[in-house]
């Protein structure tokens, strides 16, 4: 595939400025950069999701339109998008084969489907039965299966948009191994991620977008991660995992023995100025902790403590004032409403502070909103922009400007950082560093174990449920605490 001055506005925006690319047929070619780089609108163009305003993309050595998602499907070209697109009420195989069913006189032959969706799962090397709703699976589980789906197509280019920001260690080596037997088959790959170590054992060259220009195509053989970041963003790679040490305060939150759906018997506590860290494999419990913290869902047994009082969340609002706040690890599903403006997302913890006689006052909406539009750097040029619109590191911000402007005393992040580039990150750490000289704490969840490992002063492993280990701060290996969350 070539691109010749590709090019994309939309109002007020120059997305894509006059792009060159050339990705060469059967290579695994990494495109990286920061968020608002043009790395969606590139593959929103390439799937015939927009159309583009300026430029030529050739396929195959002739011009074509790309008018549509289905054009680019039947020219081979498909996409495992970062956000799943699949229908979580239908099994795997049904998502599978979604658009290319097995019928006979206009009825679904289900087994049929399931029969060669199992051979497919196994051939591949996933661990998942294909009679399984989707919508009951991990978020990490259902990328595999995203996967799967590309995989089976008969593709011949396919585009990875962030696919191992929700899946674990063992989840990812089982997508690489797909990704290198496609590479061996000749299907083209186009692989981002703001994760750099991936680009180095994945790719063979690299390009780096840039404020909507093609910054440079490198040979990933030779090249280092400083020049990449360099390329990225003038940023240096010692600035990655930011951390201040801030003098602990008094326990906020004090678990003992709790027990709930999908975890048992979790012990541990949180303090002002303290960044807790949460790490182990998908499914091992973490995030079913926290929704039990947060009041998402009853605990069966044991007990919590608030400041040295006892805590027995019925429902979210009961945790919200008290103080808890959570930025849920599905931010798109969870944390936003698309539809709304990201004026009314900023502002939805604090309507009723915002109204006098049953009016929302809108100038303090405005300036409150307009407050973390800046604090945050969200990147929009009106509060009135839907958050849909939204890059992903920028709703990220969003989420947490919800909370932010609420001012809770405990924040609970759930994989904060997933498709967010390498500057937002920064900003991200640098505003944890803020929340904890403020008083307040942190409970950190991530699955990329350099991120939690960097940033918790306390870091607890879970592991089928339970709360096998924990550590203080850097003051064990990765390589243990990863035997740990295993169990090796």
């Known amino acids: ?37 043009g790395k969606s609108t590139l593959i929103k163009l390439l799937s015939g999701a927009i159309a583009r305003t300026g ?55 289900d087994r049929a489907m399931e029969r060669s969706a199992q051979r497919i799962l196994d051939e591949i090397g996933f661990s998942l039965d294909a009679r399984a709703l989707l919508g009951a699976l991990q978020i990490g589980q259902q990328q595999l299966v995203a996967a799967a789906r590309a995989a089976t197509r008969r593709a011949k280019l396919i585009i990875f948009d962030e696919p191992t920001g929700y899946l674990t260690r063992s989840e990812t080596e089982q997508l690489f191994a797909l990704i290198r037997r496609l590479h061996v088959q000749g299907v083209t790959i186009v692989y981002i991620s703001h994760r750099l170590e991936e680009i180095f054992e994945l790719a063979e060259r690299v390009s780096v977008l840039r ?56 012990s541990l506590s949180a303090r002002r100025g303290e960044v807790v860290g949460l790490y182990g494999l998908m499914g091992a419990g973490r995030s079913e902790f926290v929704q039990s913290v947060f009041g998402r869902q009853s605990a069966t047994s044991g007990e919590m403590l608030w400041r040295g009082k006892v805590y027995r969340p019925v429902n979210e609002a009961a945790a919200i004032r008290v103080g808890i706040a959570l930025a849920p690890e599905s931010r798109r599903d969870q944390g936003l409403c698309l539809n709304l403006s990201i004026s009314d997302n900023l502002n939805l913890t604090v ?138």
């Open 351 to 488: 309507f009723d502070r915002l109204s006098r006689h049953f009016m929302i006052d809108s100038r303090t909406e405005s300036d409150w909103a307009q407050k973390q539009i800046g604090n945050l750097r969200i990147s929009t040029s009106s509060r009135a922009n839907l958050a849909r619109r939204l890059s992903g590191g920028n709703q990220q911000k969003v989420v947490i400007g919800k909370w932010l402007n609420h001012g809770a005393e405990l924040f609970i992040f759930d994989e904060p950082t997933v498709g967010v580039d390498v500057g937002t990150k920064v900003e991200i750490y640098k505003l944890f560093a803020q929340l904890l000289r403020a008083g307040a704490g942190i409970i950190l969840i991530s699955s990329y174990l350099p991120e939690v490992y960097d940033l918790s002063d306390t870091l607890h492993i879970f592991r089928r449920g339970k709360l096998v280990a924990t550590h203080k701060h850097c003051e064990a290996s990765q390589e243990l605490i990863l035997s740990d969350a295993i169990g090796v």
């Open 55 to 109: 430029g030529e993309i050739l396929w195959q050595g002739k011009q074509v339109a790309l008018g549509s998602p289905q054009e680019a499907i039947a020219l081979g070209i498909n996409v495992v998008h970062q956000e799943i697109v699949l229908c979580p009420h239908l099994t795997i195989a049904a998502n599978m084969f979604l658009g290319n069913e097995d019928a006979r006189f206009s009825l679904l032959n």
């Open 1 to 37: 595939m070539t691109l010749r001055k590709l090019d994309k506005k939309f109002a007020g925006t120059h997305a894509l400025n006059a792009v060159d690319l050339e990705v060469m047929q059967g290579e695994v070619h990494a495109v990286v950069g920061e968020n608002g780089a």
């Open 211 to 266: 404020d909507g220009s093609l910054v440079s195509t490198r040979n990933v053989p030779g090249l280092d991660q400083h020049t990449l970041i360099r390329d990225m963003v003038n940023r240096s790679l010692s600035e990655l995992h930011y951390k201040e040490v801030v003098e602990f305060g008094e326990t906020l939150l004090d678990v003992r023995r709790l027990c709930g759906p999908g975890f048992d018997d979790i």
